[in-house]
């Protein structure tokens, strides 16, 4: 924000600025819905005064493909191969509510094993997804090569997942019963390979990016989320934790494996977004801490799987449930109702950007700079196609 | 939460309470006192937090069924409040004042299901779909397959190699299709 004469500043009335276009005093352009400064397909309108930010609108749309139409006219089984493809980056937490979900109204208890497996693929997932922010992040201050070091280190990971699933990008490995395939052998060892490589690039980050003059003057301050915003905005995940609030869904209410495992709450008091960068940069030597914890302690031997009925005519039970897991983004929910037939009645699915991308967004760009506004959108890590689906 | 619920008994008239989970409760209200047990959760009872607001189209009742998630980070109790609206007339208070990102939801559920939730800012301006010329899509009533013909016709002069028909004239042509 400009703190000199701010005379030439529109006037904020009732906490909005009145903007008049014909004064020829503002600009209105368009970032997005194809720009490098965005996250995904998503459009932002944005109004300047200078080179400052004065008023921002979100517009989604350019990924909508119907999942929640689509999910009523599948069976409960067909449904599990379109969940994935609500969110690239982190598809397996659509994989893991949408199986819990089913299990929950059909009352299916999936063998430990698999519950085992499921909480791998769910933080291997989660690593994957913030190698890719912490480059957009990087790339977004100017620093393209952090999320080319980044992105080649996610294909190490995606290399597991096609060993684990036969999909690099969306796995289908978790189905409502359990898991598709017990671990492959020595797929451990490989693994701790990855880590490896990870701990060595994170190292390397850490030198090049959170001790980069650039990157601490341009994202200390910017995009302060206050305590209050936190509720009144639904804010979730490492944003919230990065404003002090101890929220993590894998502690508050465990599910799966965790309560089995070892961590803490990150947070941070500064909830800028510096501090949430630090905040989900601790959250990706956590996961390699949970993987490890996970690959150790796992049962060498088991069902990985329970039976369910046929699925072509599997009837799920009258009811409706809320489902929620913890993604890298923040709380992720799936709302699922049965009818009691063979077909779902509704599926709405809650992702964290829902209101991230859109109702906070539009609240931080306020007063911030242009050249900024990609930084703040990542550092909200926003992913349009969980608004939209 | 028997205590809230119980608490909560004693100002509305809820109906069908059930523990879905012993962290998720559900409860039905009559549409008229949604927004007052919505306000006295989230000031009173610490359901600070607005989840979700969706809708379900229950269209052989004729109703659409809102469903608010709100949670108890506290507790850690989330408990889901269903408001039932006719289908004829789809108009809802709007929650826009208690929680800044209500008005997502609203604008969707204005533009997937018809719902109209006055006051609510932008509620007219659309969501995701642009052009849209038909009922709203979510609801059970639209068909999509049918939607798809009509709007995405074959486009004149396409040539169609559909994979059976092109195997029993190439490869299978004496194949009698199962017939005897």
């Given at each position: ?45 944005v ?34 191969t ?10 397996d ?5 949408f ?16 519950e ?6 769910l ?22 090569t ?50 490896k ?119 799920i ?57 990609a ?9 349009p ?5 | ?80 409040i ?9 108009v ?89």
């Amino acid at each position: 924000m400009w703190e000199g004469d701010r005379s030439k500043f529109p006037e904020i009335i009732d906490g909005k600025p009145v903007i008049d276009l014909d004064s020829q005093k503002y600009v209105k352009i368009w970032q997005g819905p194809q720009h490098p400064g965005v996250t995904g397909n998503i459009a932002l309108e944005v109004t300047l005064c200078g080179d400052e930010v004065v008023d921002l609108k979100t517009h989604v749309g350019y990924l909508h493909r119907g999942f929640e139409k689509l999910l009523e006219r599948r069976t409960w089984m067909q449904g599990f191969t379109i969940v994935c493809r609500i969110c690239v980056p982190e598809p397996d937490t659509n994989e893991y509510l949408f199986a819990a979900g089913v299990e929950e109204l059909s009352g299916i208890t999936v063998p430990a094993k698999a519950e085992w497996i499921r909480t791998l693929t769910l933080e291997m997932a989660r690593l994957a997804s913030f190698l890719m922010w912490l480059g957009g992040q990087a790339a977004a201050f100017g620093m393209g090569t952090v999320g080319q070091w980044t992105v080649a280190h996610r294909d190490f990971l995606l290399d597991i997942f096609e060993e684990l699933s036969g999909g690099r990008i969306y796995h289908m490995y978790i189905v409502p019963g359990g898991v598709r395939a017990d671990l492959p052998k020595g797929l451990d060892r490989r693994l701790e390979d990855v880590l490896k490589k990870i701990e060595i690039l994170l190292k390397d980050v850490d030198r090049v990016l959170f001790n980069n003059a650039i990157f601490k003057l341009r994202s200390r301050g910017l995009g302060i989320v206050t305590r209050d915003m936190v509720d009144s905005y639904g804010v979730v995940g490492p944003v919230a934790r990065a404003a002090g609030l101890a929220r993590d869904l894998r502690k508050d209410h465990p599910y799966l494996v965790y309560e089995k495992l070892d961590f803490d709450i990150i947070t941070a008091t500064g909830s800028d977004a510096f501090t949430r960068a630090q905040v989900r940069f601790k959250e990706m030597y956590q996961c390699i801490d949970l993987i490890r914890q996970i690959l150790s302690r796992m049962p060498d031997s088991g069902d990985f799987y329970t039976p369910v009925p046929n699925v072509l005519h599997w009837k799920i039970p009258a009811g409706a449930t809320f489902v929620q897991a913890e993604a890298s983004r923040g709380e992720y929910g799936y709302y699922m109702v049965s009818d009691g037939t063979a077909y779902p009645r509704r599926i709405a699915v809650r992702g964290p950007s829902y209101s991230h991308a859109i109702a906070l967004l539009q609240k931080l760009a306020i007063n911030t700079n242009i050249a900024d506004l990609a930084g703040l959108m990542v550092s909200l890590q926003t992913c349009p196609p969980e608004i939209e689906r | 939460m028997e205590k809230i619920i119980s608490r909560l008994q004693l100002s509305f008239a809820l109906q069908d309470i059930r523990e879905q989970r012993p962290d998720l409760w559900f409860l039905s209200i009559a549409k008229n006192n949604a927004v007052s047990i919505l306000t006295s959760l989230r000031d009173i009872h610490g359901f600070t937090s607005l989840i979700l607001l969706t809708a379900v189209d229950y269209l052989e009742n004729n109703v659409f069924q809102l469903t608010y998630i709100l949670r108890n980070y506290s507790m850690n109790v989330s408990l889901g409040i269903e408001v039932k609206l006719p289908r004829e007339a789809a108009v809802m208070d709007s929650i826009h004042h208690l929680w800044q990102h209500a008005e997502t939801f609203q604008r969707e559920l204005k533009e997937m299901f018809g719902i109209d939730f006055p006051g609510s800012p932008g509620i007219d301006e659309g969501f995701v779909l642009e052009g849209w010329d038909n009922i709203p899509p979510l609801r059970r009533d639209f068909d999509t397959r049918k939607y798809a013909r009509e709007t995405f016709f074959p486009r004149p002069g396409r040539t169609k190699h559909d994979p059976r028909d092109q195997m029993r004239s190439k490869l299978y042509s004496d194949y009698s299709g199962g017939e005897k």
